[in-house]
Nanobody, 125 residues
Framework: QVQLVESGGGLVQAGASLRLSCAVS????????MAWFRQAPGKEREFVTT????????RYADSVKGRFIISRDTAKDTMYLQMNSLKPEDTAVYYC??????????????????WGQGTQVTVSS
């Protein structure tokens, strides 16, 4: 059973940076495509970014492109989301997700099999 645990959320001012982590356990980390999604109050869960099992392929939502960076450390079984130049509209609960997939890297929530519990990110103006 794959388990995902997010950490690193918090309350920051606009323009600040945060780094989220997603620790993976229960399976070989290298077999999985992974992603970050987010859900703001009253809105549907939306795609943020995804990374292939090798780390060589990434995709970003237009809303975060150029500000967020996804990465993974296979040795630590951990995925990261570096968020820079945060905006109030980035406020949401951020979820990491995983699915065994190669070479296709999914970008929709219903394609991911495993989810973390979420971590709150709040950006004040």
């Amino acid at each position: 059973q794959v388990q995902l645990v997010e950490s690193g959320g918090g309350l920051v001012q606009a323009g600040a940076s945060l780094r989220l982590s997603c620790a993976v356990s229960g399976s070989s980390f290298s077999s999985y495509a992974m992603a970050w999604f987010r859900q703001a109050p009253g809105k549907e869960r939306e795609f943020v970014t995804t990374i292939s099992w090798s780390g060589g392929r990434t995709r970003y939502a237009d809303s975060v492109k150029g500000r967020f960076i996804i990465s993974r450390d296979t040795a630590k079984d951990t995925m990261y989301l570096q968020m820079n130049s945060l905006k109030p509209e980035d406020t949401a609960v951020y979820y990491c997700a995983a699915v065994r997939s190669w070479p296709y890297v999914p970008a929709t929530a219903d394609e991911y099999a495993y989810w973390g519990q979420g971590t709150q990110v709040t950006v004040s103006s």
